[in-house]
Nanobody, 120 residues
Framework: QVQLVESGGGLVQPGGSLRLSCAAS????????MGWYRQAPGEQRELVAV???????NYADSVKGRFTIFRDNAKNTAYLQMSSLKPEDTAVYYC??????????????WGQGTQVTVSS
């Protein structure tokens, strides 16, 4: 059983910072891309940032220069460092990983989501 467990969400004031973590557990052969998505009420889920196994990154225009995605391959964990947060960053943040289980083929796995609320 593979699981992605997110942590680090919460309430923060505008201009503040938060760090989200996403830890993959289970019998994993290899993890390819890891990414963060978010979904605000009434909106579609959107890509925030993604990082490849080699460390290449890509960001949504709305978060460039404010958010940083990085990963620790030894811990099967990805992080999202969020700074200069704005009220429009309020959403449920989901982690996604493309990974391969032993004897399997690459497939997508999602975390349960963590709420980020930016408000004064």
């Amino acid at each position: 059983q593979v699981q992605l467990v997110e942590s680090g969400g919460g309430l923060v004031q505008p201009g503040g910072s938060l760090r989200l973590s996403c830890a993959a557990s289970g019998i994993i052969f290899r993890i390819h891309d890891m990414g963060w998505y978010r979904q605000a009420p009434g909106e579609q889920r959107e890509l925030v940032a993604v990082i490849t196994s080699g460390g290449a990154t890509n960001y949504a225009d709305s978060v460039k220069g404010r958010f940083t995605i990085f990963r620790d391959n030894a811990k099967n964990t990805a992080y999202l460092q969020m700074s200069s947060l704005k009220p429009e960053d309020t959403a449920v943040y989901y982690c996604k990983a493309v990974l391969v289980r032993l004897g399997g083929s690459p497939r997508n796995y999602w975390g349960q989501g963590t709420q980020v609320t930016v408000s004064s």
